[in-house]
């Protein structure tokens, strides 16, 4: 795997794990402008996730993956999206009711960041 792929793969698990603290932190916040923007925000990640793990499902899309997308980014999507109570959440719910999920998609998130930094090019 070429460093540009691997940065490319982290790039993109970073990103999952921002959403995850933004709406940490705007749920911490407890106003109400905030709690709404963390639903919307929490609503879009779910969207991000859900179609991700959907395109990947298939034999079509995982022959379209790179061999490190197959090794760590397709993984740390179906983990933080089947794996996690993710897909149950609403957003509906009261932002407490979040906590577990955003807390399993981060703990994801971050077990395969850590291994994608361990690989050697």
Do not use: C
Not at 34 to 41: H, K
Not at 103 to 120: E, F, G, I, P, T
């Amino acid at each position: 795997m070429t460093i540009a792929e691997r940065t490319s793969i982290a790039v993109r698990l970073e990103a999952i794990q921002h959403q995850v603290q933004e709406i940490n932190r705007l749920v911490t916040s407890n106003t109400p402008a905030d709690i709404e923007i963390a639903r919307e925000t929490f609503t879009r990640l779910k969207e991000h996730l859900k179609t991700e793990y959907d395109r990947m499902q298939t034999t079509k899309g995982q022959e379209k993956l790179s061999q490190g997308e197959q090794a760590f980014y397709l993984p740390a999507i179906q983990d933080a999206w089947a794996n996690t109570e993710l897909s149950e959440t609403r957003a509906d719910w009261a932002p407490g009711k979040w906590h577990n999920a955003l807390w399993n998609v981060q703990d994801y998130m971050q077990h395969h960041l850590s291994s994608l930094r361990r690989v050697a090019d």
